[in-house]
């Protein structure tokens, strides 16, 4: 019969707990709670150390955290998902994918969520996230649903993916090189793989339909209507669009995107078109179109200089004020171009309470109120504000470098492959691919802000220091004690689900490495204590060790969506336990059907 547990291990479960009751209330911030987390154990360790260590050393293991290999992992991975949005690399699959949505939204979820799921089974589950990600991201942007109510669900079918085979998951691999030194025979790739995929469809359905409407919407909603832009469709000689009406093309366009006047035949080369648009479909329209709404001189200097200076090429709205020396000017007698080497894509003229409106047949002439969407290099940007009276409205967007977007996509499947396959772990390779993406200009150092999330950050750090001090304090030992002294009163179908959950739970709250180096050995034992096969209880930890959507903590996957969804901890709460205790019953159940126990 276990003993009582030390005093080091008793403290190191009342953190835990208390840990998990400040993210669950949510009065204080994640990066708070965090934080004392963090400086508890560092400040309980100095003046209380582990037996046979120096006040020092519990420093290293409430800190150590930020030195972490999974920090500097997940923190590569959001820098090379980052190059992938900037680059738009990902921006044909964010197409394609977005045709499925346009058609229906709840077929574009389900083809996602299979896609995801089959994908997790031959690629680690993390590189499958971190090329999802940035797309689902780009889909909530164009309509799509909103990312807080994909990227958990999305999440889900890639961990129960990746739990269907041995390559799935660096867990699986390490429970089953635990098994087999434990004198287990070894399992091939698609050992188990028949149960995990039975589960799934049980667990698809509530992924599918139920998951999203306990989410909430955190997507940001417009402050006003978005602005339209007048602008110029110049079609260059040789396009498709030569020979075509109006009308033939008009189904393959933006619903914000729109031509202002009617042609009486087909499209002439060169000719030039009035359309009007937010600046979104707008861009999405000339891309489509294969049009410009700029003159192409122009362009090439602005993108020339952004070659030679190395800086991003941006897009800004300005409005016009009355000390303004463009008003009563048409664009082509501004001097824009010659003077500030920037060029306006479009203008936008808002609602005018007095005086007539300008006749849309005429050449456009800027007036007081009006905003200019201006591309041009960031201090020529500023340059035209300050010298013709203009008032920045909006931050710079960047359009993206798409001269790198083969690069940046060909470093991301090289590190994707290289820790697939097992050349290289998965941290050596997202740092290396994070190094490839800065040294290339895929993204830039300066702007790595934009990438990495604190919130994240200081979260990993503080649930590696858990981790850390459930293992050497002797708790998660003694826990598991305890359970296999109950266990033999159990049926079959009850030890796999309790196996399951206690292994479910060192997971959600210390790590998978954890759960899954004390389970299996654990779980051997009850095997040869109650009589029974080795190989399900076995396969209990491994899936126990995979059901980790009840808390962010639980996985480095859960930590790279909480920023991107604007997720709180009671999110995954709500969400992840019911999708724990369907999965836990099913595979149980699939077990003792399997198994004949």
């Not at 963090?38 to 309980?44: F, N």
């Not at 519990?58 to 999974?70: I, Q, T």
């Not at 075509?244 to 087909?266: H, N, Q, V, W, Y």
């Not at 700029?294 to 709205?317: C, F, H, L, Q, T």
């Amino acid at each position: 019969m276990p003993g009582i547990p030390s005093f080091h291990a008793i403290a190191a479960i009342v953190v835990t707990i208390a840990m998990f009751v400040g993210f669950a209330r949510g009065r204080m911030s994640v990066e708070i709670v965090s934080l004392l987390t963090i400086a508890v154990i560092a400040v309980g360790l100095y003046f209380f150390p582990l037996p046979h260590t120096e006040p020092t050393d519990g420093l290293r293991l409430a800190f150590g955290g930020f030195g972490h290999y999974a920090l500097i992992t997940i923190c590569s991975l959001m820098i090379m998902g980052r190059a992938l949005v900037v680059t738009g690399a990902l921006d044909p699959a964010a197409r394609l994918l977005e045709r499925v949505w346009k058609l229906n939204k709840q077929l574009g979820l389900l083809v996602s969520l299979v896609m995801a799921l089959c994908l997790s089974m031959i690629v680690n589950d993390t590189p499958v996230l971190v090329l999802l990600l940035p797309i689902f991201v780009q889909l909530a942007a164009r309509g799509a649903m909103p990312a807080s109510k994909t990227l958990i669900p999305l999440n889900a079918a890639v961990l129960i993916g990746g739990m269907a085979t041995t390559i799935g998951t660096s867990t699986n691999l390490l429970v089953v090189s635990i098994a087999r030194d434990l004198g287990m025979p070894p399992m091939n790739v698609f050992h188990f793989t028949p149960i995990v995929l039975t589960a799934a469809l049980v667990a698809l359905p509530y992924l599918w339909l139920v998951m999203p409407r306990l989410l909430p919407d955190n997507s940001v909603d417009a402050t006003h209507e978005a602005r339209r832009f007048q602008a110029l469709l110049r079609v260059p000689a040789g396009s498709e669009l030569v020979g075509k009406t109006l009308a033939a093309i008009g189904g393959r366009l933006p619903e914000a995107f729109a031509f202002d006047e009617a042609l009486s035949g087909p499209i002439e080369p060169r000719q030039r078109i009035r359309i009007s648009g937010t600046h979104e479909a707008l861009e999405e329209a000339t891309r489509t179109l294969k049009g410009d709404i700029a003159p192409a001189w122009v362009m090439d200097k602005i993108r020339k200089k952004s070659s030679i200076k190395g800086e991003d090429v941006v897009v800004v709205e300005m409005a016009v004020t009355a000390d303004s020396r463009l008003i009563n000017r048409t664009l082509a007698t501004s001097g824009i171009a010659d003077l500030y080497n920037t060029a306006v894509l479009g203008i936008h003229k808002p609602k005018r309470l007095i005086g007539p409106e300008q006749d849309a047949s005429e050449e456009t002439r800027i007036a007081e109120g009006d905003v200019l969407l201006v591309i041009g290099l960031i201090d020529d940007l500023q340059e035209f504000a300050r010298g013709d009276s203009l008032l920045i409205l909006d931050g710079a967007k960047e359009i993206p470098r798409r001269s790198k977007a083969l690069l940046a996509l060909a470093i991301m499947v090289f590190s994707v492959a290289t820790a697939s396959v097992g050349i290289f772990p998965i941290a050596i390779a997202a740092l290396g691919g994070a190094i490839l993406m800065f040294v290339t200009g895929c993204v830039k150092f300066d702007r790595v802000g934009r990438a990495l999330s604190g919130k994240v950050i200081v979260l990993v750090a503080a649930s590696i220091a858990i981790g850390s001090l459930v293992l050497e304090t002797g708790a998660a030992a003694w826990l598991g004690d305890v359970m296999a002294l109950f266990l033999q009163y159990l049926p079959p179908a009850a030890i796999l689900a309790a196996i399951m959950l206690f292994v479910t739970l060192l997971t959600n709250f210390a790590s998978n490495a954890t759960a899954a180096t004390i389970g299996t050995p654990i779980a051997f034992n009850i095997a040869n204590t109650l009589n029974l096969p080795e190989e399900p209880l076995i396969l209990a930890v491994l899936f126990g060790c995979n059901l980790c959507y009840a808390t962010p903590i639980a996985y480095q996957t859960n930590m790279l969506i909480m920023g991107e969804g604007g997720y709180k901890f009671g999110d995954y709460i709500r969400t992840g336990v019911p999708l724990v205790l369907l999965m836990v019953t099913t595979l149980s159940i699939l077990l003792v059907t399997k198994y004949g126990m």
